[in-house]
């Protein structure tokens, strides 16, 4: 009975084992012995040329960036392909049935550190190293990251609202001496994602020989600003036409005072909500502020003026020579075009005197106002 029982439960066991099913692939099984005797003597901390300068070949390939013009903080995120030659890493595929490439975690080989110089967020330097390598027999390493970096960008906001900035991404060897050279291997790569606020204009990469920095991403940037052109630099134009037409009206009506006292309010007010728009960060002022800096002296001049005005032509005493001289000249040249527009005064002889030479006053400062306004035009608005 004893022996019965034995013997069935010997063929069960049998039974049981030639049941299990093995799903160990045979290229499996001869990668698993290639990771063993490739990482059983491999020291991950030592340079695969210990006397000698390793040269890395990278190849960047952008896939968006985000400009933060209030922090100035210029965020990437990119794709680097480190690709190196490693001799110890080599291999005979037909000792492994075959296998000609495998894939290992950077952490278990040797990998350059190449970090982040300009970084915003110093934790943020290294982590973005530790991915899959693929390892090929001859000993060719290619390490493929997915980098996210936040890097300090200037802004300079002299043309601000079309302002163009220029942010600069630089990389070096994270060892302070350590024997190893990074250089662009092959034309970037540009995936970049449609951004609403800026527009890349231009992205080159450069191998700069230098100490510290040794490959240079930059990023010329310019922005959508044409809505910003609507708020800022639209009403600044209009507002100058409008005080040169208020400059035409006569000073003997009120309605001049009172429409150039509003452009002034205009101004004013602009000028108070631009300050909304314009980043709060930044090394050079706009020169959207330098025109309306000047179209407001323009105007406050002219509300002077036209005070000072309205009290010559009230004006009726004898003028003096030198007075009716410049009135009869001005009078005769080119038919009296350039006392256009010429006030008239019902009154007396004399009130016309001087009405007609504070009519050729208002005229000057006009001519200067449209020569003033025209060359803030073209040197102030961007």
Not at 44 to 64: H, W
Not at 139 to 164: E, F, H, M, N
């Given at each position: 009975?004893?022996?019965?029982?034995?013997?069935?439960?010997?063929?069960?066991?049998?039974?049981?084992?030639?049941?299990?099913?093995?799903?160990?692939?045979?290229?499996?099984?001869?990668?698993?012995?290639?990771?063993?005797?490739?990482?059983?003597?491999?020291?991950?901390?030592?340079?695969?040329?210990?006397?000698?300068?390793?040269?890395?070949?990278?190849?960047?390939?952008?896939?968006?960036?985000?400009?933060?013009?209030?922090?100035?903080?210029?965020?990437?995120?990119?794709?680097?392909?480190?690709?190196?030659?490693?001799?110890?890493?080599?291999?005979?595929?037909?000792?492994?049935?075959?296998?000609?490439?495998?894939?290992?975690?950077?952490?278990?080989?040797?990998?350059?550190?190449?970090?982040?110089?300009?970084?915003?967020?110093?934790?943020?330097s290294e982590r973005y190293y530790y991915t899959s390598c693929q390892i090929k027999?001859?000993?060719?390493?290619?390490?493929?990251?997915?980098?996210?970096?936040?890097?300090?960008?200037?802004?300079?906001?002299?043309?601000?609202?079309?302002?163009?900035?220029?942010?600069?991404?630089?990389?070096?060897?994270?060892?302070?001496?350590?024997?190893?050279?990074?250089?662009?291997?092959?034309?970037?790569?540009?995936?970049?994602?449609?951004?609403?606020?800026?527009?890349?204009?231009?992205?080159?990469?450069?191998?700069?020989?230098?100490?510290?920095?040794?490959?240079?991403?930059?990023?010329?940037?310019?922005?959508?600003?044409?809505?910003?052109?609507?708020?800022?630099?639209?009403?600044?134009?209009?507002?100058?036409?409008?005080?040169?037409?208020?400059?035409?009206?006569?000073?003997?009506?009120?309605?001049?005072?009172?429409?150039?006292?509003?452009?002034?309010?205009?101004?004013?007010?602009?000028?108070?909500?631009?300050?909304?728009?314009?980043?709060?960060?930044?090394?050079?002022?706009?020169?959207?502020?330098?025109?309306?800096?000047?179209?407001?002296?323009?105007?406050?001049?002219?509300?002077?003026?036209?005070?000072?005005?309205?009290?010559?032509?009230?004006?009726?005493?004898?003028?003096?020579?030198?007075?009716?001289?410049?009135?009869?000249?001005?009078?005769?040249?080119?038919?009296?075009?350039?006392?256009?527009?010429?006030?008239?005064?019902?009154?007396?002889?004399?009130?016309?005197?001087?009405?007609?030479?504070?009519?050729?006053?208002?005229?000057?400062?006009?001519?200067?106002?449209?020569?003033?306004?025209?060359?803030?035009?073209?040197?102030?608005?961007?």
């Open positions: 009975m004893i022996l019965s029982i034995s013997l069935l439960l010997l063929f069960i066991h049998s039974m049981r084992s030639d049941c299990i099913i093995d799903n160990s692939s045979h290229e499996n099984i001869w990668e698993i012995k290639l990771h063993t005797d490739l990482l059983r003597w491999h020291r991950y901390t030592e340079s695969p040329k210990p006397n000698e300068t390793v040269e890395i070949g990278v190849t960047f390939s952008i896939r968006s960036y985000i400009f933060d013009s209030n922090e100035e903080v210029f965020m990437l995120n990119v794709r680097a392909d480190f690709e190196w030659q490693d001799d110890r890493l080599k291999w005979n595929p037909s000792d492994y049935g075959g296998v000609n490439d495998t894939v290992v975690s950077s952490m278990n080989i040797w990998a350059p550190g190449m970090r982040l110089l300009n970084v915003v967020d110093e934790d943020d027999s001859d000993g060719q390493v290619v390490c493929s990251p997915r980098i996210y970096l936040r890097t300090w960008c200037t802004l300079k906001l002299a043309k601000w609202p079309l302002d163009t900035q220029t942010c600069l991404v630089d990389f070096g060897d994270w060892r302070i001496n350590g024997k190893v050279r990074f250089k662009v291997k092959n034309p970037l790569v540009d995936f970049v994602r449609g951004n609403v606020q800026w527009q890349a204009v231009d992205i080159k990469q450069e191998n700069i020989a230098d100490s510290n920095i040794q490959i240079r991403l930059t990023f010329i940037i310019k922005r959508n600003g044409s809505s910003l052109v609507l708020a800022v630099v639209h009403p600044c134009v209009i507002l100058s036409v409008f005080t040169t037409i208020c400059l035409l009206l006569n000073v003997r009506d009120g309605l001049r005072l009172q429409m150039i006292s509003f452009s002034l309010v205009c101004h004013l007010y602009l000028l108070s909500a631009i300050d909304d728009f314009v980043p709060i960060r930044g090394t050079d002022p706009p020169t959207i502020l330098l025109f309306y800096r000047g179209s407001i002296a323009i105007t406050t001049i002219g509300i002077i003026l036209t005070f000072v005005l309205h009290g010559i032509c009230e004006k009726k005493t004898l003028p003096p020579a030198w007075l009716s001289s410049v009135n009869e000249v001005v009078l005769v040249i080119r038919e009296k075009l350039l006392m256009w527009p010429r006030w008239k005064c019902k009154e007396e002889k004399h009130s016309q005197e001087w009405t007609d030479f504070a009519t050729l006053v208002n005229i000057v400062y006009v001519v200067v106002s449209i020569v003033a306004y025209i060359s803030m035009y073209f040197k102030f608005i961007p």
